[in-house]
């Protein structure tokens, strides 16, 4: 497989935007602002998670360019400069697999590899999508979740028989509230994508919503704000193809 370099951070005005279930790796710290990696590239192949195959997907990354996502198309097996020190999410929606979604903070080391594992479709499967956001503690979902909400879109779109389960996270570690109100909340966050689909073509039969409340936190006991996110969150459920 050829390997293509691509100098992002020179060519990004040029390159289009367009997003396994998802890792969460801890918040990096960075004292006296030293970096022992001056130059970090990403590898990033993409293959069939069960038959180990390459193959070749749009796959999108954000955090390259704060201000919008950018589309690789037709990748395979791809070399990148990145930004040290800088939070990423690479997605891909490919037809007959998975949606893809990973938010991390690359490893600390001179080429992260990022495995694009997509896997074929199949009924029970899950994935976090961590890019679709809520201000506050409101339900109203903020205006930087909608090129992962777009993705589900397209996910459902290209895959017209499947129906999923919007599964809402909140993140309530310290217990202050009932659990009648977190999974009333997390209840209300589904269903606002639950709507956001719906407003996009995507035929209600199709969704359903749960809550979980805070019952699946993934940091019981948050200490920064990338673990408090990482409880608020976004899953979906295949549950029908």
């Keep these: 497989m050829n390997k293509v370099?691509?100098?992002?951070?020179?060519?990004?005005?040029?390159?289009?935007?367009?997003?396994?279930?998802?890792?969460?790796?801890?918040?990096r710290s960075i004292e006296n602002n030293e970096r022992s990696i001056q130059q970090q590239q990403m590898e990033l192949t993409v293959f069939d998670a069960d038959s180990r195959e390459s193959m070749?997907?749009?796959?999108?990354?954000?955090?390259?360019?704060?201000?919008?996502?950018?589309?690789?198309?037709?990748?395979?097996?791809?070399?990148?400069?990145?930004r040290n020190y800088r939070l990423y999410t690479v997605s891909c929606v490919k037809k007959g697999y998975m949606y893809y979604s990973?938010?991390?903070?690359?490893?600390?080391?001179?080429?992260?590899?990022?495995?694009?594992?997509?896997?074929?479709?199949?009924?029970?499967?899950?994935?976090?999508?961590?890019?679709?956001?809520?201000?506050?503690?409101?339900t109203e979902i903020y205006h930087k979740s909608k090129p992962a909400l777009e993705e589900l879109v397209e996910f459902m779109k290209i895959n017209p028989t499947i129906k999923i389960a919007v599964i809402g996270h909140v993140n309530g570690p310290d217990n202050k509230k009932s659990q009648r109100f977190y999974f009333k909340a997390s209840e209300s966050r589904a269903a606002a994508v639950r709507d956001y689909l719906i407003s996009r073509g995507i035929e209600e039969s199709r969704i359903t919503t749960k809550g979980a409340g805070?019952?699946?936190?993934?940091?019981?006991?948050?200490?920064?704000?990338?673990?408090?996110?990482?409880?608020?969150?976004?899953?979906?459920e295949l549950i029908a193809i």
């Design 5 to 27: 370099i691509l100098t992002l951070t020179l060519l990004m005005g040029a390159l289009a935007p367009s997003l396994l279930h998802a890792q969460f790796v801890q918040e």
């Design 56 to 82: 070749t997907a749009d796959v999108n990354i954000y955090g390259l360019n704060p201000r919008k996502g950018v589309t690789m198309k037709a990748v395979e097996d791809t070399t990148f400069e990145i």
């Design 102 to 138: 990973e938010k991390f903070w690359p490893e600390e080391v001179k080429i992260h590899k990022q495995d694009v594992a997509l896997r074929p479709l199949a009924v029970g499967q899950k994935t976090d999508v961590r890019d679709i956001t809520f201000l506050g503690d409101k």
């Design 214 to 236: 805070n019952t699946e936190m993934i940091y019981p006991d948050p200490v920064t704000d990338w673990q408090n996110e990482a409880n608020r969150r976004i899953e979906i």
